[in-house]
């Protein structure tokens, strides 16, 4: 069994930038495909985006692929969401997700396993 831990978020103006991080312990990172997904307030869970176990393969909602990119570094354990051109409506908490399947890329929450304690993205307009 993973554990994720979350970095802080934070209030950031909108325009600006913002990198958050999710640590694995328990089980190497390598075994599985990660997500970030976000909740605003009174809104569902939704897909930002994710990540293969490998890194090759990326996969985003279309709104925004122009501004967010996810990565990983197997060898830290760790997974970024960089967040870039920030906007009000980014406003949510943040949370990542694990999934041990390595055979495809789930775009919905009950596809993933184990889940980070989520970070809270304020930005001001």
């Known amino acids: 069994q993973v554990q994720l831990v979350q970095s802080a978020g934070g209030l950031v103006q909108a325009g600006g930038s913002l990198r958050l991080s999710c640590v694995a312990s328990?089980?190497?990172?390598?075994?599985?495909?990660m997500a970030w997904f976000r909740q605003g307030p009174l809104k569902d869970r939704d897909f930002v985006a994710a990540?293969?176990?490998?890194?090759?393969?990326?996969f985003y909602t279309d709104a925004l692929r122009d501004r967010f990119a996810i990565s990983r570094d197997n060898a830290k354990n760790t997974v970024y969401l960089q967040m870039t051109s920030l906007k009000s409506e980014d406003t949510a908490v943040y949370y990542c997700?694990?999934?041990?399947?390595?055979?495809?890329?789930?775009?919905?929450?009950?596809?993933?396993?184990?889940w980070g304690q989520g970070t809270q993205v304020t930005v001001s307009s």
């Open positions: 328990g089980r190497a990172l390598s075994n599985y495909t």
């Open positions: 990540i293969d176990w490998s890194g090759e393969r990326t």
């Open positions: 997700a694990a999934d041990p399947s390595k055979a495809y890329i789930y775009t919905t929450p009950p596809n993933y396993d184990y």
